[in-house]
């Protein structure tokens, strides 16, 4: 069922009745990348999966965005549910920094969490930069351009040439958002708080799954986060670069249902 919550497109699938999972997909992505995890998932789980402000379907605005407001929207949707409900985040890349910024603001309204090939640092002096010229460039060429570019460094060359099709869609559809809403986003990201702090703090069941040949988020890096988060679990996704659970639906869901078994 799809319907829209303050401005946000949202997919809802499964039984209201069952266990709540929230999906934050990552940039510049819709809740779509999640297509195989919750068809994986919905038949026991009551999955929901929003379009992050600025992207897809979701309202742009003026695209003034802020972590904070993502934070916001996150909070929103919690509300969703039955009153006391307490859902699972499951969150991708630039989802991974809202769901850890919502644990360090309101760890209370959440069961557990998974960060996929994400990041709890802030950007630091050069990626601030790197981002800043994005934003400049998108202005220069327009948004198909950067995202043609941007996406290509998201996959194995293996997963570019074995689905061809299923990729350049991916890329076709990046091409047809906003670029108003996708220079917010990355406004958004370039000034987030540093959320390591917190990683020693997070009591919460935790999953961290990383695509081996992640050049984005390294799993080396992934790893040291996990570790910093007590009790967490690493599982490293093969055959997979920084989108993990869209590269290799198959070992990423293995891992996901296994974590959730034991919650």
């Known amino acids: 069922m799809k319907k829209t919550i303050g401005g946000l497109a949202v997919l809802l699938e499964g039984n209201q009745k069952n266990r709540p999972i929230i999906f934050l997909h990552g940039f510049p992505y819709d809740h779509t990348m999640w297509s195989e995890q919750i068809a994986a998932l919905s038949d026991n789980y009551y999955c929901m999966a929003y379009d992050i402000r600025g992207l897809g379907g979701s309202s742009v605005g003026d695209g003034q965005f802020t972590m904070e407001s993502f934070v916001d929207d996150l909070e929103m ?19 991974g920094y809202i769901a850890l910024r919502a644990l360090e603001r309101m760890e209370d309204k959440f069961s557990a969490v998974i960060l996929c090939d994400t990041a709890s640092n802030a950007d630091d002096n050069h990626a601030k930069l790197e981002r800043s010229d994005v934003i400049r460039r998108i202005n220069a060429q327009g948004l198909p351009t950067f995202s043609k570019n941007f996406i290509k460094k998201c996959y194995t060359d293996a997963y570019k040439k074995e689905h061809k099709e299923a990729f350049e869609k991916r890329i076709a559809k990046s091409m047809t958002f906003n670029s108003i809403g996708v220079k917010g986003c990355l406004l958004a990201m370039l000034t987030r708080n540093d959320t390591t702090e917190y990683l020693s703090s997070i009591k919460l069941p935790t999953l961290v799954l990383c695509g081996e040949h992640d050049a984005i988020t390294p799993p080396s890096r992934m790893k040291a986060m996990a570790e910093q988060i007590h009790g967490a679990e690493f599982v490293l996704i093969k055959h997979a670069a920084h989108m993990s659970v869209v590269e290799n639906p198959t070992d990423s869901n293995e891992a996901i249902k296994a974590f959730l078994a034991k919650l």
């Open 77 to 95: 949707m919690v509300e969703e549910f039955r009153e006391g409900e307490k859902p699972i985040v499951c969150a991708f890349s630039m989802g």
